[in-house]
């Protein structure tokens, strides 16, 4: 399975128009004039300037047309030669021109290239309906290349096909990484990272070695699935287990002294935890009923990033793949800036939305009524109540954990969409979205992990569909691996472009042949029928953004075109899911051995390693005690009330009769900032030479050790500062006490004098 473009043709690499040189022109060594005169124009949009959410086309004036086909539900059937499933197009009778080229927004047909004002000869409506030439296109890629790029292979495994226990089993390893969070704070030092390895590092390689689960269920397989309350009931932990890691999170950072490497694994863990939930999240927000809607939108309050499923449910469902949706990336976009940029969009999006509904209920957009203030209301209340119970050291935690889980909800739009655009079939209104309009994933582990979200284009032409039923094509645009591995990719802007660019040239390449033809790679239409891109819980919400002749009831969840038959048949453009299936076994047996001759290495040696990891992480570079202790500021303070014990009790008042106080204070404090990393200079006498012949007796050393812990508890210091300056008191035992008597006789001894410090 490639990750990388099998050919080493030449790429001519800029941002919006993507202009990619042809192949046979590179191979052929023709040159770069040459080149140049055969471009394929992949992609030639032209945002529209929107002055903001509100001034937004009315979708149920200016209907979106899918083009190239046309309605087999009009008449409640496929046609009978098995050709390609008809759309219904709501446009009037009308030729659709190509505008000047700056001012289209085109789909990457070559023939838009055509002098303005032409006619696109593969593309007229005609009463209604979508008449193609079947001359007009011309395949410039070879099919082995389609082929490689759909076909995942893998061992041979799949969970959908067996049953319906399993499959809801499966899918519980979803709360996996909550789980890592707590065991690797636990366990602390390198290990609060555990979570955030996992995830982008682990699954993406277990991905790459277990490969796809590309079976789809059959209608009577659908059927019971579909009614079963068990796929609900998985979901509705993730809630529960959210809230329980978020506040284990909370409670950690705030009471345990952590190094600055330490913070941040646990934080980036638990935002990575919770980001991987975004399968689960977006499955909830879409279902109708009450316990899982509410229990995604609470999901999304912790993760401060409550706005995202009115965007989602009612803006990128209906604007998708096109220029008006702030969450569909196009090609040579960068995930650092398109992630902020998404971000505040869809912010403002959001609310133009909740206004519009809030508008046509009667309400104003800032009345209490406003599902975003309310949702932005509960994360202030989970803050507050977070920094009553943890203190003000929770927050941060709080803020940045659900910071990275928003990150990677809008990482994962960035390749859910990347480089694939709806045709505009007039200003402001595109085609109906299909098929080819989401890249489709069908590994086995992260479609477990994410509740099948990565089946991509069966969700956004069907969004009616849960996530067990929904359905996986080889035609579809397929990525290269699952969404773990793709999000780890992008984060290398320049690598993922070369893995995905050369890829979105073939998906253009497929439109246009379905546009021309009817067929994709040569075969009849090999995708279900029926269309409802915008469902909610709110059918009158989703009245107000979509038309109702916008949905396309379907006749069956299975399509016309045997994928399975053709691949027996031996017929080409078919994925062949098997391949490289040796080599993947030889990699996972590989993956076994490393890891099964790790845990020996570990249980043989496990006290070395254990010591070795111990001492690299408190080598890493982490506040001084001395800063921790608050500096000078914070140690006066704290050695006046530790002296003022001193003075105060009877087994330790003796040694500092007739002293100069102050002064004898003063070198306390010296040696306290000195013995804790702090830059001061100690300019009392040593320790041994204080302490000799006071004859301290063991009662009166546990009397200032007591001394010292409860005048940190007084001054709120937690147990690891306690603990550290525990053992440095500890550690000045053989000076503090060479004389050293028994407990048991220390009431008869005789106190000795204090010597000057």
């Known amino acids: 399975m490639p990750l990388l473009r099998q050919s080493s043709a030449a790429r001519l690499h800029r941002r919006k ?66 050709g390609p499933h008809p759309l219904r197009a709501k446009a009037a009778p009308q030729e659709v021109h190509a505008e000047p080229v700056k001012a289209v927004v085109d789909d990457g047909d070559a023939d838009a290239t055509q002098a303005a004002g032409t006619t696109r000869p593969e593309e007229k409506l005609h009463n209604g309906k979508t008449e193609v030439a079947q001359d007009n296109f011309v395949r410039k890629h070879d099919l082995q290349e389609f082929e490689s790029i759909q076909s995942h292979g893998g061992l041979g495994l799949s969970l959908t096909d067996k049953g319906l226990l399993l499959n809801v089993l499966g899918h519980f390893s979803a709360y996996l990484p909550s789980a890592l969070c707590v065991l690797g704070a636990v366990w602390g030092g390198a290990w609060t990272w555990l979570t955030f390895v996992v995830g982008w590092v682990v699954v993406p390689i277990a991905d790459l070695i277990l490969g796809a689960d590309s079976y789809n269920l059959t209608e009577e397989e659908e059927k019971k699935f579909a009614e079963s309350v068990w796929f609900r009931v998985v979901t509705w932990f993730h809630f529960p287990i959210q809230v329980a890691t978020v506040t284990f999170g909370a409670y950690w950072v705030a009471t345990h002294d ?72 196009d090609v040579g976009d960068n995930v650092w800036t398109f992630v902020p940029r998404c971000m505040w969009l869809s912010f403002v999006e959001a609310w133009g939305i909740e206004a519009k509904i809030l508008k046509s209920r009667g309400k104003g957009a800032l009345s209490v009524d406003n599902r975003i203030l309310q949702a932005y209301a509960v994360t202030a209340l989970v803050a507050g109540a977070y920094h009553q119970a943890f203190g003000l050291a929770a927050l941060p935690f709080f803020f940045a954990q659900g910071f990275i889980a928003a990150w990677i909800v809008d990482n994962t739009n960035y390749i859910e969409h990347y480089g694939l ?52 094509y080889p035609q579809a645009p397929t990525l290269p691996t699952g969404y773990a591995g793709m999000i780890a990719l992008s984060w290398f802007p320049p690598l993922f472009w070369y893995v995905m660019d050369w890829r979105v040239a073939l998906v253009k390449e497929q439109e246009r042949e379905f546009r021309a033809t ?121 050695v006046s009330s530790i002296y003022a ?113």
């Open 421 to 472: 655009r709806r045709k505009e079939v007039s200003p402001g209104v595109y085609e109906r979205v299909g098929w080819l309009h989401a890249w489709d994933t069908p590994e086995l582990l992260s479609n477990s992990l994410l509740f099948k979200i990565q089946r991509h284009p069966d969700h956004h032409t069907n969004a009616g569909r849960p996530y067990q039923v929904l359905r996986t």
């Open 518 to 638: 009817g067929t994709l790679l040569g075969n009849a239409y090999p995708f279900p029928d029926g269309a409802q891109a915008v469902y909610s819980f709110d059918t009158e919400a989703d009245k107000l953004f979509i038309p109702a002749d916008y949905v396309v009831r379907a006749s069956s969840n299975q399509p016309a075109f045997d994928q399975y038959a053709a691949q027996k048949e031996g017929r080409r453009g078919v994925s062949q899911y098997g391949r490289n299936r040796g080599s993947r076994v030889a990699a996972l047996l590989a993956l076994v051995l490393a890891v099964v001759g790790g845990a020996a290495v570990y249980g043989g040696f496990g006290a070395t390693v254990h010591v070795q990891t111990d001492r690299a992480v408190r080598a890493l570079p982490r506040p001084t005690l001395f800063d921790r202790l608050g500096g000078l500021e914070g140690i006066r303070p704290l």
């Open 258 to 329: 952590l190094t600055w490497a330490e913070w941040l694994g646990v934080t980036f863990s638990i935002g990575t935890a919770e980001g991987f939930g975004i399968g689960c999240v977006h499955e909830l927000i879409h279902r109708p009923g009450t316990v899982d809607f509410v229990s995604g939108v609470l999901s999304l309050c912790w993760s401060n990033y409550g706005h995202f499923w009115i965007e989602h449910l009612w803006g990128h469902h209906r604007n998708v793949a096109s220029p008006l949706d702030p969450a569909s990336s």
């Open 645 to 757: 014990k001193h003075t105060a009790d009877p087994l330790t008042a003796a040694w500092f009769e007739g002293k100069n106080h102050p002064v004898v204070e003063e070198h306390v404090v010296e040696f306290f900032a000195a013995g804790t990393g702090g830059d001061v200079t100690y300019t009392g006498r040593g320790m041994l030479d204080v302490h000799r012949g006071m004859q301290i007796s063991g009662e009166a050393f546990l009397a200032v050790q007591d001394h010292v812990l409860t005048s940190l508890a007084e001054h709120g210091y937690g147990q690891a500062v306690k603990d550290e300056v525990l053992g440095i008191l500890f550690s000045l035992r053989p000076d503090v006490l060479p004389d050293l008597k028994p407990i048991a006789t220390a009431a008869t001894g005789s106190a000795g004098e204090a010597g000057e410090l």
């Open 17 to 82: 128009p993507m202009i990619h040189a042809s192949d046979a022109d590179v191979h052929a060594g023709k040159g770069k004039a040459a080149a140049q005169d055969n471009v394929e124009m992949e992609t030639l949009h032209v945002v529209q300037e929107v002055a903001s959410p509100q001034q937004e086309v009315d979708t149920e004036q200016a209907t979106v047309v899918h083009t190239g086909v046309e309605d087999a539900k009009a008449e409640g059937k496929i046609e009978a030669d098995g």
